[in-house]
């Protein structure tokens, strides 16, 4: 994982003073969505989740995602549930979406989705941790955002400390941040929609 400040520095990048100060406070949520059993012939969509959590830090400074996924049984990471969703900017002003599996969380992936307010409006993440690997828990994340401006102004604003390094095929650019970071920039009507792509290390 890069260092506190890279991060930070980061997080600027990708949301352009993205969270929303002093705007209209929102309640933020959090669900927790059971995974479908294998074979279940029940449709996801009418699975019940559980009311939603506020997302007040509790006095352990663990968020409300994080406290969701230990009173699920979701130990081994809970490090890193905590510090990834607090830098993807979870916040009263954001809602998740917590998966946990139907048993053995300690031994199965734990994927979040999240809705961050953006001064644009909204941008969707999804984070995925993995326990028992090499590192602890490993974790993966996409950070999607929609500009208004052409992609190439967002790359050289946005993006400008990032390398290009291609197409993905014929429409979809690729920034360059090291192994571990890629930006994917896709046009969208008059727009661009941004996809960073980051696994910690």
């Known amino acids: 994982m890069k260092s506190h400040a890279c991060m930070n520095r980061i997080h600027r990048l990708v949301w352009n003073q993205a969270l929303v100060a002093g705007a209209v406070a929102l309640t933020g949520g959090l669900f927790l969505a059971p995974f479908a059993q294998a074979g279940s012939s029940a449709d996801p969509a009418s699975t019940p989740v559980n009311p939603p959590v506020a997302a007040a830090p509790s006095a352990s400074g663990a968020n ?7 009173q699920q049984g979701a130990l081994n990471c809970v490090a890193r549930i905590n510090q990834v969703s607090n830098f993807l900017g ?16 300690d031994q199965r992936l734990i994927p979040l989705a999240m809705e961050v307010p953006t001064e644009g409006g909204s941008a969707y993440v999804s984070a995925t941790f993995a326990p028992n690997q090499a590192n602890g828990c490993g974790a993966a994340y996409d950070a999607v955002v929609y ?15 990032l390398k290009r390094a291609g197409q993905v095929k014929t429409s979809i650019a690729v920034l360059d941040g090291g192994p571990a970071t890629k930006v994917f920039l896709m046009p969208a009507g008059s727009g661009c929609v941004s996809i960073k792509k980051e696994v910690v290390l």
């Open 64 to 70: 409300a995602v994080t406290q969701a996924a230990v």
């Open 90 to 105: 979870f916040s009263p002003q954001a809602g998740a979406v917590l998966m946990m599996p139907p048993s053995q969380p």
């Open 147 to 161: 500009w208004p401006q052409k992609c190439e102004a967002v790359a050289a604003k946005q993006f400008a400390d």
